[in-house]
């Protein structure tokens, strides 16, 4: 009976995955991801983790592309405008992706 049941463990598993586990995670963040993962992924933890991986860390090409635009945009509106743009202060990720946070006066 067990061998039937380590065969159907076998075929289901990926032989690549791997359990991940998490402490001290905020509970309004636990309460997104599960919402996340249920309503796209029918409650798959892992695939929706994966997603969110892919889209912000691997590839995340087309959010600092959209991020660029507006920039630019910003920067013109403030120059058609005669307004002094925002100062920002930068603070660089482990990824050294930029992340750029308005300077509050």
Same mark, same amino acid.
């Given at each position: 009976?067990?061998?039937? %049941?380590?065969?159907?463990?076998?075929? %289901? @598993?990926?032989?690549?995955?791997? #359990?991940?586990?998490?402490?001290?995670?905020?509970? =309004?963040?636990? +309460?997104?991801?599960? +919402?996340? *993962?249920?309503?796209?992924?029918?409650? =798959? &933890?892992?695939? *929706?983790?994966?997603?969110?991986?892919?889209?912000?860390?691997?590839?995340?090409?087309? &959010?600092?592309? %959209? &991020?660029?635009?507006?920039? =630019?945009?910003? #920067?013109?509106?403030?120059?058609?405008?005669? %307004?002094?743009?925002?100062?920002?202060?930068?603070? #660089?990720?482990?990824?050294?992706?930029?992340?750029? @946070?308005?300077?509050?006066?």
């Amino acid at each position: 009976m067990s061998e039937e %049941i380590n065969n159907v463990k076998e075929k %289901i @598993i990926h032989p690549k995955a791997q #359990k991940f586990g998490m402490e001290r995670v905020p509970r =309004d963040s636990v +309460q997104a991801f599960k +919402q996340f *993962a249920n309503d796209e992924f029918v409650g =798959d &933890y892992g695939m *929706a983790f994966k997603k969110l991986v892919d889209t912000m860390l691997v590839e995340p090409q087309p &959010y600092q592309q %959209i &991020y660029s635009i507006l920039e =630019d945009h910003e #920067k013109r509106l403030a120059k058609a405008e005669k %307004i002094e743009p925002k100062k920002f202060k930068v603070r #660089k990720t482990i990824s050294g992706r930029e992340i750029k @946070i308005p300077i509050q006066e």
